[in-house]
């Protein structure tokens, strides 16, 4: 492993070989997949020419199949119109216009390219909006430095940041009213591994407004799966800022920061920028995929298949205890 050319084996932390395969890395268990050559639909072909049913599907930032026709008829416009020039693409405000239509919420949205970044740019706003520093998360939300720790990172950026427990109603409030004033932003994964409950999503919203914080629902996994809008639209909680990115332009590379107008206002007393933030194709490709879940109401395909897969999933859990240690994970995801 410690000759590959890419440290770590993949930019991407969770393709890694063990992180896909357990602590075997594939070297040492022939026959394992490495690396792939092409997707199509639900399958993928590795660098041998091996063709697999695949249940990844991108880490969850596919949701209509690889090169699905529409979007790339819709990528393939965009090519043909240049992809980026020095002015924004007027296809930035109709995006933002029909994400606005879908996902009400969304008064004002900025387009970046991860969801890292994006993650990121939610809590600088808060931080403008609040002139406070503190934050608390909870689940993953990307490789920056504001809710990393370890090697790298500052300390003093690591002591800002803090963790609430998922689902645990006492402790976030708890741990909300302890920040109190300091405290410039929550930002929650609504759904890590089960879904919320309605009580703790309640006790979030409540409490972040109780001390005067910006709520942020980083939906960089659960909007275009549990529904458009995500779990905000599923349960009916408003958050002030939330975080689409994955399946949100069906791999290509987009993700978006929005919200309350008067928060995002904000955008102008800092910086958020980003050279090829608005490039046409991921735009483009965004737009045919919102266009196609509403045409075909996916989220309700991918509860219907994802249901019939968990039944099986737990059927086989059932029958053969020994070879398969758990399943986990909701439907849609
Ligand atoms: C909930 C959540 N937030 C943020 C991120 C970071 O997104 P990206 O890897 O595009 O930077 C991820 C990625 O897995 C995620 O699942």
Redesign the pocket.
Known sequence: MSDWRVPGFTS?G?KRPDALFGAAAPDEVEGLPTRMTRAAGCRVWDAQGREYLDYVMA??AVALGYGHPAVNRAAEQAIATGVAGPLPPVLEEELAEALAARIPWLERVRFLK??????AAAVRLARVATGRERVLGC?????LDWCQGGEGVPAETRSLYGEIPFNDVDGTRRLIREAGDRLAVVVV?PVVVIEPAREWLDVVRAETTRVGAVLVF?????AFRLAVGGVAERYGVRPDLA?L??ALANGFPL?VVGGRADLMAGAGRTWISSTLATESVALAAARATLEAFVREDVCAHLHRVGTQLLHGLHRLHRKHADLVTGVGGIAEM
């Open positions: 991407t969770s880490l969850g991860t969801g890292a970044e994006a993650v689940g993953y939300h990307g490789w994964e980083d939906e960089i996994k659960t975080v990115g994955k993700a």
